[in-house]
């Protein structure tokens, strides 16, 4: 994934963070989006130039939506460091 040249097409990095890995990761594709629960986060995100949704939920949609973000139609999803912040549905 790391190797010479863009893949091409549309990545969404969940729960982005500060956005290191999502800023690494940009280059390889036409266009990168992101979701992050914290809305300073967020903040933080689009001032790096990285459109992002606040999204509580990741499989929230209208969250892409409602930030004017595609709901579908992504080549890449990244979801790094994320499954264990998330609580335990039992």
């Not at 729960?15 to 914290?38: D, K, M, N, Q, Y």
């Amino acid at each position: 994934l790391l190797g010479e040249g863009a893949c091409g097409g549309r990545a969404l990095d969940v729960g982005a963070g500060c956005g290191s890995i999502t800023e690494r990761i940009a280059p390889l594709f036409e266009a990168i989006h992101a979701t992050e629960v914290s809305e300073w986060l967020a903040w933080r995100l689009r001032a790096r130039g990285i459109p992002t949704a606040v999204a509580h939920d990741p499989a929230d949609a209208h969250a892409l939506a409602s930030a004017g973000l595609p709901t579908c139609g992504y080549d890449a999803v990244f979801a790094l460091n994320v499954l264990d912040r998330v609580s335990d549905v039992d």
